[in-house]
């Protein structure tokens, strides 16, 4: 009986698929009147058609494939799948050997297909040269002005057939330097400037050894990835001189790190670059777009902040942009480069730590918040992406739950719920119903403030021996100014990833900017991006071709898909009050 189900179901199909053929052919059936196929239907038929040659074909290159592609572009309505039909078109030519490329035969009325391959072919006589591309890219629309490749051009051809920025171009910093994220602004504009005019150098290198609202200041440091723990005055005189007490533990804090020899620093440009500074709250970014051009800016560096993230790829102003934050959905066409203290970098940098480390069953215990939620998801996405399993997770509510749970005597079993989609929240730390891995977890990841994992821990100490715990990691969140030597012995054993700034690879800026910003290690890391910022200005062209790899005192910094910069941080630990780095 089943298998008789069975056959009918493929013959059907068949039927349908003959059926479909004959259509397209123009064909009947004996016995049958033509039917008109009304424009809707006579367009799936087509599509369905078109898409089966270009899955067939199985990501090989082929000229039948393009001419799927070209045949599909004018079906599509959506505009990102439009871009990505694009996109897609122009990696299938990429894709094909010389010999295919000699063996194309045009037809008469293959206009569009004739535009694309001198597409590819203008490409590959001038890609060495950024300048000569982008003058031959321009020059290949007016030939083509229907092409619809001239229309909206390839996402991966549009950045490499950009103008190169010289060396000594004019940069525009575009910052909020006054209102609620005025003290963000100015210490990233601190770090580009005292990166430009020269900073201090570390010791010579031994040989190698064998959610909230947009505007509100929470949600801005949750954006911008820094701690938000310390949380300072939008007033705040972040230049101010320490007193002598807090000087003094300043010094105890830059003490306390190991040299950190692991991390190698590239060396930083100095040079005359006129930078010209535009407070982003001045004016609407329009305006401060049409004065930044009128001002002859060559580059943008900036905005800070989402919204006006967005508005400056919505108004295309023509001038390479390096912005300073990242976007949840970045449009394919867009010629706008994102550098950012992202937290799921630090969150996907953890999940490979832990790989790297043989670790099998992690347990990640977040905020029970929509940043929470967004880190689990992260991390468990990149456990999978490299191979690993199922992640579980727990939830943990404000300081004063986790107070009021550890005076219950409520202790964090080693257990926890898979990570599902953002939209369904974990059960919280003290739910009696969590299921048991029956002691499976191997490692556990925290993401926490120093404040937070002071009561934490403990609370896992009270529900399992320490002899049988796991090993704890923590974000960068839990390292922050002002712990002291109590906090350092109590996390004795406990490894946490930061930038290198914060792990003494360079000591000497460390002591610097732990004065400049009153031990404030919120500020002397948007410092440190702000550093970094001004390297990834100098090397503007290498970020739109995609070859930049730069190890910056923000992170190991390389150039991901949309020209995202990703950084990868060095992890330390923490040992009898000292903070060391952790061997790779």
């Known amino acids: 009986m089943l298998s008789s189900i069975f056959v009918r179901f493929k013959t059907g199909l068949s039927y349908t698929a003959i059926l479909s053929a004959l259509i397209m052919s123009g064909c009947t059936l004996t016995g049958q009147q033509e039917q008109p196929l009304d424009p ?31 045949g599909l572009e004018p079906l599509i309505t959506d505009p990102t799948l439009h871009q990505q039909n694009i996109d897609d078109t122009w990696l299938t030519l990429t894709k094909l050997t010389p010999e295919q490329r000699q063996a194309v035969v045009i037809k008469a009325d293959e206009n569009i297909l004739q535009g694309w391959l001198d597409l590819l072919n203008t490409y590959e006589y001038n890609r060495e040269d950024t300048d000569k591309l982008s003058k031959a890219v321009r020059e290949w629309q007016t030939r083509y002005p229907r092409n619809p490749a001239a229309l909206t051009l390839p996402a991966a051809l549009l950045r490499l057939s950009q103008p190169s920025v010289s060396t000594s ?11 609620q994220a005025k003290v963000f602004g100015e210490a990233i504009q601190q770090g580009f400037l005292d990166a430009q005019s020269g900073l201090p150098q570390p010791p010579a290198m031994p040989e190698t050894k064998a959610e909230p609202k947009e505007d509100s200041l929470a949600s801005i440091l949750e954006e911008l990835g820094i701690n938000n723990a310390e949380t300072p005055s939008a007033d705040t005189d972040s230049t101010k001189e320490p007193t002598e007490n807090s000087e003094t533990s300043q010094n105890k804090e830059t003490e306390a790190i190991e040299a950190n020899y692991t991390v190698q620093l590239d060396p930083i440009a100095q040079n005359s670059r006129q930078v010209i500074v535009y407070d982003t709250n ?52 867009t010629t706008v480069c994102f ?45 999978q992406r490299t191979g690993g399993g199922t992640v579980l997770q727990q939830s943990f509510g404000s300081l004063e739950t986790l107070k009021s749970s ?21 059960l919280p730390l003290d739910s009696q119903s969590l299921p048991s891995t029956d002691g499976a977890i191997d490692s556990v990841y925290i993401i926490a403030t120093s404040d937070e994992l002071t009561l934490i821990k403990p609370m896992i100490d009270m529900a399992i021996s320490t002899k049988k715990r796991p090993p ?43 004065s400049k910003f009153a031990n404030d290690y919120s500020l002397m890391r948007l410092y440190a991006m702000g550093i970094d910022a001004w390297s990834l200005a100098n090397n503007y ?44």
Request: a neutral charge; hydrophobic letters at 40%.
């Open 472 to 514: 704890i990691y923590v974000s960068s969140r839990s390292n922050q100014g002002g712990t002291g030597p109590d906090f350092r012995m109590e996390m004795d054993g406990i490894q946490f990833s930061d930038i290198p700034l914060m792990t003494g690879a360079n000591l000497p800026l460390m002591q610097k900017a732990s």
């Open 406 to 426: 550890i005076n219950r005597g409520v202790g964090i079993r080693m257990t926890g719920t898979p990570v599902l989609p953002t939209e369904n929240a974990p």
């Open 541 to 584: 062209n290498d970020l739109t071709k995609g070859t930049l790899r730069f190890n910056g005192i923000s992170g190991s910094l390389r150039v991901e898909d949309n020209c995202t910069i990703y950084r990868q941080l060095p992890w330390m630990q923490f040992k009898q009050g000292k903070i060391e780095p952790v061997e790779q």
């Open 339 to 383: 550098f950012s203290l992202s937290p799921e970098d630090e969150t996907r940098n953890a999940a490979q730590h832990l790989r790297q480390q043989q670790k099998s069953n992690p347990l990640i215990i977040v905020p029970s918040n929509k940043f929470g939620q967004r880190m689990a998801q992260t991390f468990a996405d990149e456990w």
């Open 40 to 70: 809707v239907r006579k367009a799936e038929l087509e599509m369905r058609q078109l898409q089966k040659v270009i899955e067939d074909s199985q990501g090989q290159a082929s000229l039948d494939v393009i001419r799927a592609y070209i």
């Open 169 to 179: 171009s004019q940069i525009a910093l575009l910052l909020p330097l006054t209102g």
């Open 282 to 333: 001045s004016q609407p970014i329009d305006v401060l777009l049409k004065k930044v051009q009128q001002d002859g800016a060559n580059l943008i560096v900036g905005p800070l902040l989402k919204p006006e993230v967005m508005k400056t790829i919505e108004l295309q102003s023509g001038i390479p942009v390096l912005a300073l934050n990242e976007l949840d959905t970045v449009p394919a066409a």
